[in-house]
Structure formats: C-alpha cells, structure tokens
C-alpha cells in the first residue's frame, strides 16, 4: 500500500491540546484498512505516517485532526490534492464566533465517530442534536452530505442562526432556501417554532423546545446518528445536593433520544467526565437496547473539564 504523512491541524492541538495524538490515533483507528505509524515533526509540523489504499484517502482527509496529506516515495513528500468532497464553504462551520460555542472541530470527530459506527444500512443518512445550540453539527452534516435536525431550548438562537446563515449564503453565493414555521400550535413560548435551511439537497431544521421531548419535536422518520455536546454542568442545577450536574435532564431525555435512533444507529455524546461520570452516563441510557461502543478520546479541555465522548449503537 502506498506510504502517506497526514499534517496534523494547528485545529485539532487546539481543541484536544495535550491528548491531540492520542485522540488522533483513537479517530484513525476507526477507518478500516490503514496501517499506522508513527508522529513526526519536520519544519516545527507535526505528522502522522500511515499506509493505506488510494480509496481510503478522502475518508482519512476528512478525519479532524488532519489537516494535508502527503503521499511519500523515494522522490520525497508530495501533497496530495484529492478534496475532502465536503459540501457548502467552511465558514458554515467556524465563520460564527460566540461564547458557548461547541468547537467545531470536536463537532466533527463526533460525527466521524458515529460514521464509524453506524450500522443502519441506510444510504441518505440523517443526523440529530437534541442540544443543537447555534446549528455548528447540523452544518457539519450537510457538508457530509446529510440532512440535519436540531432541538434548541433558546428561542433567540433562531434569529441568530438565520442571521448568520444570510451573512454565509451572501458572501459565498449559495443557493438556498430558509422558511419557517410551527411543528405544533403556535405559542408564545415558541415551543414547536422551527427554521429550515435548505441547500445542496440537503435541509438543516432547528425546532425550539425542550430537549427531553425531543421525539415530538422532530417527526416519526428515524436517525441514523445522534451528535450533540451537553453542556458543562454551568446551565443544570438538580445534581446531588444541588450540585451543578447535567445528568438528571440526560437521565429525563435518554428515553426520547433512543427513541429517536433507527436500528443501527449510533449516539456520539461529548461530556464532562468530572461531572457526570461515566458510570453515571452509562448507566442513564441502560435497558434502552443501547450498546456501548467503546472509543477512547479523553482529553483535558481545561482545569475543571476532562471532555470524554460516549459512544452507543442500537440493536439492529
């Protein structure tokens, strides 16, 4: 098989800092039919040597810590230009800047996790967020090619969103369709209100409500993943002696969540494994015909946040 050198991105350092090999070799060990090797630094870059066949390499562009691939012969290193064949622009993904924000590069292993995993059969595959926030997956998965739903619990996200969506489709000429409307009866809460985002073949809908009725906010058609990053323990009260803890909602929502999930299909839940742990995590989804997949991606996100990743399969 032909010899490769990925670049590992300045990105990914960034959002896995002291783990970001380890985690690179836990996302790589995933993609079928690649011989590992060894990290190497030249000119102050950092490498990842593999071997795989020419058909593997788009798969392995698109992993997230890769920023270029190098093939490497007796010649030297030379760059190879295959696209990642990703849809839309990237500034769909990281031109939106503002506090909370999930990092879209966590964003994107959570999806490259579940990919990996997913045994639905399906070939049009469709993602859900229960947590969507501002929509950073749902555009990861239409530039995957997928089409997206997202719960969101702030109804002032739908502004945002549509604003950020005319500011990209303006500047980069996309083609595009936004409408709006209710899944249920209007109200003022804005429980049920939804934007849709329609491109490339693909539609992004963002529903307004909360995310432990997520299986009535998003309609009877099964997903084939479920990506969503929960947030730090900052929003959630409700823990063990009012400790700040997200797992009673996730313990109210996992019903509904799997509920959400076709057969084969595959939950990636990027968490705090301080608070809740992942005992607790686990055991919030038991008897729910959920399977643990075990991928290790843990990696220090701050002094109070060790972000780790959950990884579940329905039975087929």
């Not at 055991?283 to 729910?288: D, W």
Request: charged share 25%; aromatic share 8%; with cysteine.
């Amino acid at each position: 098989m032909p010899d490769y050198a990925l670049l590992i991105s300045p990105a990914a350092r960034g959002a896995y800092f002291g783990e970001t090999q380890s985690v690179a070799l836990a996302e790589i060990a995933g993609v079928g039919g690649v011989e590992i090797g060894a990290f190497e630094m030249h000119g102050g870059m950092d490498f990842l040597r593999i071997a795989c066949a020419d058909d593997l390499t788009r798969e392995v562009m698109r992993l997230s810590f890769v920023q270029g691939l190098f093939l490497v012969d007796q010649q030297g290193w030379h760059p190879v230009e295959g696209a990642k064949g990703f849809g839309l622009h990237e500034d769909f993904v990281s031109g939106e800047k503002y506090r909370g924000k999930t990092n879209e590069t966590l964003t994107q292993l959570l999806v490259n996790l579940a990919l990996q995993e997913v045994e639905t059969g399906h070939t049009d595959l469709r993602l859900l967020d229960p947590m969507c926030g501002r929509g950073t997956s749902l555009f990861w998965a239409m530039r995957y090619g997928m089409s997206a739903t997202g719960v969101e619990q702030d109804l002032s996200a739908l502004n945002e969103i549509r604003r950020g969506l005319k500011k990209w489709t303006k500047l980069h000429r996309q083609k595009h369709k936004l409408a709006e409307g209710w899944v249920q009866k209007a109200n003022k809460k804005g429980t049920g209100k939804f934007l849709d985002f329609k491109s490339e073949g693909q539609t992004a809908r963002v529903v307004i409500g909360d995310t432990v009725d997520a299986r009535a906010l998003v309609g009877r058609a099964p997903f084939d993943l479920l990506v969503t990053d929960i947030p730090y323990g900052v929003q959630h009260m409700g823990g063990p002696d009012g400790a700040r803890s997200p797992l009673a909602v996730i313990q109210k929502a996992a019903q509904g969540w799997a509920d959400c999930l076709a057969p084969g299909g595959v939950m990636a839940i990027a968490y705090n494994c301080n608070i809740p742990k992942r005992a607790d995590m686990i055991a919030a989804f038991e008897g729910l015909n959920l399977e643990v997949v075990e991928r290790n991606v843990a990696h220090r996100m701050s002094e109070s946040i060790l972000r780790d990743v959950l990884v579940l399969r329905k039975a087929a």
